[in-house]
């Protein structure tokens, strides 16, 4: 099939170079000039998993193309995949204005049948919205030209997108008639021949799902935050209680782990969004609010540990940081915990060694001018002449580091780990001090 993308961030680059994987003829849209030209020359702007070797292979192969061409974009694609940005606004709600003006353009540039399909995470209402922008400009036009609208909300996880997107546990569609079904069935016939669900739904429910999947995720997250706090008051492990509670069927093990709180370009920006949209309809979505607010406090929580073993005073510390991603296998840093718990640290007087494996790129312009930061070359440069390590984001790579070898590089012996990474005991036998989430003190 002949596919057009138009937005070429992290959903639109993996959905198309997957798409061209299958053997569809791809165009990939972007207003950004430099990063459509670096496209072409198989410059990934992001860091994802299989995602460089993806591009180049079917750049190679003459299946994915970019251009900065809206007009060239809608002429190629009988599927057009709308899959912009849409940040949150000032008052939390999602900022369409992207959305609205590819709509806008399609309506412009469309020549003849096409199939336009939305799959940014967008409000319930907007696939009506972009109907009705689009129907506008072909009015201003004159122009009788049939379209169809769908919604196809994106499950990708940041660090294992391809895999997500080639081997989807589920394919979600809102349509309006049976013949957009149809198209689409057969575009994701590849993807899903091994039995995962290709689910056809109303429009409005299918742009709904992907907010309700997010916020449950989130909810999890923050409920089990909630109980390792208490625990640490108690004295219980949150480890134990997570394999306990985890064993149930009607449970189960996903996202049980406590931690510094969820970050990322989708959790908070999508809780923050639905709480708008319910409240703009009159229903005010307690639970939705206290999970936000469970997990700013979580970022908090462990700042204030730290400050408490330091009696209030962290004027002249200085702390190692392994991990500064929101979370492994990805360079994204929006909403991160560290870029808080390291502002947190430097405005009370510290300085902080920072590392990640992929996302000290993305961090130096995060803390550009911060003159209380540096970036280490490995983790265990960051260790030298250090009062504690943070651990905050688990990479594979701190997993099982030499311990003796860090023994020999900090200062003081002592680890605040944000992500329940080390066994406490082995830990103690070592010689650290070592503090974690939702567990009692060896």
Known sequence: ??????????????????????????????IDKEKIAGLKKGVIPIYEPQLDELVKNNIKEGRLRFTTEIKKAVEHGLIIFICVNTPQDEDGSADLKFVMRVAEDIGRSIEKYRIVVIKSTVPVGTCEKVKGAITKELDKRKADISFDIASNPEFLKEGVAVDDCMKPERVIVGVEHERVEEILRELYSPFVRTGAPFIVMDVKSSEMTKYAANAMLATRISFMNQISNICDRLGADIMMIMRGIGSDSRIGPKFLFPGVGFGGSCFPKDVRALIKTSQSFGYNPTILEEVMEVNRNQ????????????????????????????KPNTDDMREAPAVYIVDDLTAAGASCSLFDPKATGVAKNVFKGNKAVRFGRNQYDVLKGTDALLLVTEWLSFREPDFEKMLSLMKTPVIFDGRNQYNPKTLAKTGFKYYCIGRPNV
Do not use: H, P, Q
């Not at 702390?319 to 500064?324: D, P, T």
């Open 1 to 30: 099939m002949r596919i057009s993308v138009i937005g070429v961030g992290y959903v639109g680059l993996v959905t198309g170079a997957c798409f061209a994987e299958t053997g569809n003829d791809v165009i990939c849209m972007d």
């Open 299 to 326: 970022r908090k929580l462990f700042f204030e540990r730290i400050k408490k073993f330091y009696k209030g005073d962290l004027k002249g510390k200085k702390f190692a940081v392994w991990g500064l991603a929101f």
